[in-house]
């Protein structure tokens, strides 16, 4: 049976952190679905433009083998649109998230659609 994975990220070149989180976000499923960050976003919450496009970015996730499917994140930051087309059964967190977090459970609370959530803890 099928479980599906969801993650988040910039992804602002592939480090080995990323590649552990992904590792770690795949093993508590079997298909895992990476939200790649738009540019805005990143603008918008780090306070700086990302070294790479949202587009390149994107291409480098989904070349990696651990992804088995990747999106650019909804184009409205917080709309999580994302979650109600991919049907994760699951979203993984990275030990940094947490303000990811907050936006997921009021979204949930919100749209009265619950996904549960776990933290990789950090490498």
């Not at 088995?68 to 998230?97: K, W």
């Not at 459970?105 to 990789?120: A, C, G, Q």
Request: contains cysteine; proline residues 4%.
């Amino acid at each position: 049976m099928e479980k599906r994975v969801l993650v988040f990220g910039t992804f602002d070149g592939i480090h080995p952190g990323h590649e552990f989180f992904l590792r770690s976000a795949k093993s508590r499923g079997t298909y895992l679905i990476v939200g790649v960050a738009r540019d805005v976003h990143v603008e918008e919450l780090k306070d700086r433009r990302p070294h790479i496009p949202e587009q390149k970015r994107l291409t480098a996730i989904q070349k990696l083998s651990t992804v088995d499917d990747a999106h650019l994140c909804d184009e409205r930051l917080n709309s999580f649109q994302i979650v109600e087309y991919t049907h994760p059964d699951m979203i993984v967190l990275g030990h940094d998230q947490t303000d990811l977090e907050q936006a997921l459970l009021s979204w949930m609370s919100e749209h009265d659609h619950y996904v549960p959530m776990v933290r990789v803890k950090k490498l």
